[in-house]
């Protein structure tokens, strides 16, 4: 039996290796692509490191588009989202999974048939309301649809919620607590893994986000990183080495916050998945 448990744990653990391996080869591609010449990245032969590490095609990708600007105007949409998403979920998540009141499982399952349509069957719809309230060209259609909730997200925080103990909900309310007390001082500070999940998730959509802040954003000045490497793209397609520099500093960051935030993260959507 230790036999087979040791073979087992081995075959696991090379396939583990095996297939990180193989998600990993296309990262370190990029980054080596990144600090090479031109002379090496068109050569018929393969090179897995450059000949002369070409630090500076970093600092040529950041004068070429306005980074930091871009970076700014990326971060002020993921961080708003973040906090528009948090608050709105888990007001609408406590309310169908810890408030008993007529018709809740029914508006809960309206609310999850809102995930059978998809982003483009709404798109034109959605842009035409923006349209008429005079938000074209500006962050309000990036931003204020997260403070109205996510299908998505209400429904992995109310599981959530509907595993925390009834009782400490009843204790609070002998105790002459309000909803909104037992929301804000028990529920959410035992929420805080899924929270934090939410946000990963809110976090990576909207900063890899492409298309909203294409339809949305008319000035190059409120652009994102995403619509900035696609302009970098349309204006320096030869520059490959500076467009992987580009995209390795868009990419690196998302990496560090997944392997900081990992064990909340899995922790998060395993007990949010526990009780339905």
């Excluded at 069957?121 to 403070?147: D, M």
Aim: hydrophobic letters at 55%; proline letters at 4%; glycine letters at 8%.
């Amino acid at each position: 039996m230790k036999k087979e448990n040791i073979l087992y744990h081995i075959a696991g653990h090379g396939a583990l290796i095996f297939f990180g391996a193989l998600f990993f080869v296309p990262f370190y591609w990029m980054v080596m692509t990144s600090l090479k010449s031109d002379s090496e990245i068109f050569t018929a032969q393969v090179r897995w490191l450059p000949q002369m590490f070409k630090w500076q095609n970093y600092s040529k990708a950041i004068r070429y588009i306005p980074f930091l600007r871009y970076l700014a105007n990326t971060l002020m949409i993921c961080v708003s989202n973040v906090i528009g998403a948090a608050l709105s979920c888990s007001l609408v998540a406590y309310g169908f999974g810890r408030i008993r009141w007529f018709g809740r499982d029914f508006f809960f399952l309206i609310l999850l048939a809102t995930m059978m349509l998809s982003g483009q069957v709404t798109l034109l719809p959605v842009f035409r309301i923006f349209r008429e309230l005079g938000w074209i060209g500006t962050f309000l259609p990036l931003i204020v649809p997260s403070f109205f909730g996510s299908a998505f997200f209400i429904f992995l925080l109310r599981q959530f919620f509907m595993g925390i103990p009834q009782e400490l909900s009843e204790a609070a309310v002998i105790d002459g607590c309000s909803e909104l007390g037992i929301y804000a001082k028990i529920i959410l500070p035992l929420a805080k893994p899924a929270l934090l999940t939410v946000a990963l998730f809110t976090f990576l959509g909207n900063w890899n986000d492409f298309m909203g802040p294409l339809i949305y954003l008319t000035d190059n000045s409120k652009y994102t990183l995403a619509v900035g490497l696609q302009q970098f793209l349309g204006q320096h397609d030869a520059e490959w080495a500076q467009l992987m520099a580009l995209s390795t500093m868009m990419t690196l960051p998302v990496i560090v916050l997944f392997f900081l935030t990992q064990k909340t993260f899995v922790k998060g959507i395993t007990l949010g998945g526990v009780k339905g």
